[in-house]
């Protein structure tokens, strides 16, 4: 079915926001690439548009998934923007999962359309039509593939279709404390509240440089990233792959970077990093995982900048930050700041009272950022949510007198690294399913260059012998690369405590230096 198309006042679609925010000169750079291409604005609207229309052409039923595993690529992102513009609903992949992984978002989600790289076409399309998806097309780094092929035929204009603020615009998939991935629904309304809070919060420009080397498959890449340069009509030097010496070596013409503290931790061991080189910059921007005070105090050191660093989910895009504005206060290191203009954010215990204030608790949060809820879970969506409406993170922390919020755990067992989360019990039951095993833990430990790592501890059963290189070899072999504990133990036992209750902590506590 063919939707009703609109470029009105009225229209809520993300991408028409985002449109209008285009500077007048549509023949400025938009974007310019670590490997020398240049876009124009004119050629991301054209892109956007073209493939609008394909999708259009497809005469998919509203509300259509339209499912992405491609190597990052600026037409990667105009496919982003082009799902947009045409009201379909954008779902991407991290490159690194495998077909286990990738048949379950399938299943789930069931996409009316999949794109995935050339290299993987055999098996991710065997997935696809297995689960119902009529169109498979293929997009490459290099702009090959069916894709862009197919677009070529399509006209380059293209009214946005017309979107409601409560309309679904994205699925993010992301795990709770059990069970399998939960696909988080994000309204055009979520995204566009958020991204124009940030625009002015953090004060953007269209003087702006932003350097993007994240991946554009989450949140922080996707979504805070390209979302503040397009809306501010702003610039971005973009890298296919982070590399701390390339990035390095492009600060000098840049005025914003967006990173993981691992990207900071890497590029502190570049020499050329100084004064000098970031003599243009006006914003270091850090979060997706808590930034080592060590991090913080180093890079203000050698840069005389102080990072920024704010907190977010997939489920409510961006939540706090520490301020831009000095006369909003200090960037405090170990912070993640106050909470966002619009966002009200609360600290409650167990038994659902507000603690006082420098006290620990859950954090609870709400606002026009905040999801629609977990795609096709109903039940799981309300158990999130508090009966007056406010969404429980499963982050625990604390606000201080002046309204800074600090982060001091996690409820869910979850282990961030390098920005990336791994869920211990999605890790577990894999190597409890593997024969002559008993039992097993995964646990978080301290890592120099990705923060946290994951260390597997694996009890055989009774009379059976295990090897840890083994179990490595075959979590490996059905897992996405960065979820693969970095050590493994075989043991005799796990500690419990009196209620039978895997004790974590203590395993965390025996593990700690492994890599410190
Ligand atoms: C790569 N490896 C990792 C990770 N990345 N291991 C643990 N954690 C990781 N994050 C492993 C690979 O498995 C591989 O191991 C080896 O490191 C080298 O892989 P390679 O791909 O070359 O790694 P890399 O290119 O150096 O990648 C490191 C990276 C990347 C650049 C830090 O992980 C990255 O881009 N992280 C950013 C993630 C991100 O954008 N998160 C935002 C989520 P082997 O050789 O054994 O196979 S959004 C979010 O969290 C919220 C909403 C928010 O607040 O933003
Ligand atoms: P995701 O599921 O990828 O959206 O990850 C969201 C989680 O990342 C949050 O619930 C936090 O646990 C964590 N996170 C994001 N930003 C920060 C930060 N600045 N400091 C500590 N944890 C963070």
Not at 21 to 49: K, M
Not at 87 to 101: D, F, I, K, M, R
Not at 204 to 231: E, S
Not at 443 to 460: L, Q, R, S
Request: glycine residues 8%.
């Amino acid at each position: 079915m063919n939707q009703p198309t609109s470029d009105s006042a009225d229209n809520q679609n993300l991408f028409a926001a985002l449109r209008a925010a285009f500077p007048s000169n549509l023949d400025a750079i938009a974007v310019e690439t670590d490997n020398g291409l240049h876009y124009s604005w004119r050629d991301l609207d054209r892109a956007t548009a073209m493939l609008a229309n394909l999708l259009v052409s497809l005469d998919l039923p509203e509300g259509s998934r339209i499912a992405v595993q491609v190597e990052k690529s600026v037409e990667a992102m105009v496919l982003y923007l082009a799902t947009l513009r045409a009201g379909y609903v954008y779902l991407p992949l991290n490159t690194a999962y495998q077909s286990a992984e990738i048949d379950y978002f399938i299943s789930n989600a069931e996409p009316a359309v999949v794109v995935c790289s050339g290299k993987n076409f055999g098996w991710v399309s065997k997935i696809a039509f297995k689960a119902g998806t009529g169109h498979v097309f293929t997009l490459n780094e290099d702009r090959s593939g069916s894709l862009l092929e197919r677009a070529a035929h399509f006209s380059d204009q293209h009214a946005a279709a017309h979107k409601s603020a409560d309309d679904l615009a994205v699925i993010i998939y992301t795990s709770g404390t059990t069970g399998r991935s939960k696909g988080a629904m994000l309204t055009h309304g979520n995204m566009l509240s958020n991204a124009l809070v940030l625009k002015d919060y953090w004060g953007w420009t269209p003087d702006d440089v932003l350097i993007h080397a994240l991946p554009i498959f989450h949140v922080h890449g996707l979504f805070v990233a390209i979302h503040g340069a397009l809306l501010s009509g702003s610039k971005m030097i973009w890298f296919g792959k982070f590399d701390p010496r390339q990035v390095v070596a492009r600060l000098p013409e840049a005025t914003v970077f967006m990173g993981v503290p691992t990207l900071y931790v890497r590029m502190l061991a570049e020499p050329a990093l100084n004064e000098a080189t970031v003599r243009r910059m006006r914003l270091f921007i850090s979060g997706s995982a808590p930034l080592l005070i060590e991090t913080f105090n180093e890079w203000r050191a050698r840069t005389g900048h102080t990072i920024l660093e704010r907190y977010g989910m997939s489920e409510t895009v961006m939540l706090t930050s520490n301020p831009y504005d000095p006369k909003q206060g200090e960037r405090r290191g170990g912070t993640v700041g106050f909470p966002l203009p619009g966002v009200a954010l609360r600290v409650q215990d167990d038994a659902g009272q507000p603690v006082p204030t420098g006290e620990i608790g859950g954090i609870q949060v709400k606002g026009p950022n905040v999801f629609k809820g977990y795609w096709r879970m109903p039940e799981k969506t309300r158990e999130e949510f508090t009966a007056d409406g406010f969404f429980k993170t499963g982050d625990v922390g604390k606000i201080d007198a002046q309204g800074y919020v600090t982060i001091v755990g996690r409820a869910k067992d979850l282990i961030i690294s390098g920005g990336y989360n791994v869920y211990p019990a999605e890790i577990e039951s894999y190597i409890n399913d593997m024969s002559g095993v008993a039992e097993s833990a995964v646990v978080g430990v301290p890592h120099p260059d990705f923060g946290e790592v994951g260390v597997a501890i694996v009890v055989p059963k009774p009379g059976q012998a295990l090897q840890a290189d083994r179990i490595m070899a075959q979590l490996k072999a059905s897992l996405a690369n960065f979820k693969i504990p970095k050590r493994c133990f075989v043991a005799s036992e796990l500690p419990r405590n009196t209620m039978g209750k895997v004790q974590k902590a203590a395993l965390r506590e025996q593990h700690k230096s492994l890599f410190v």
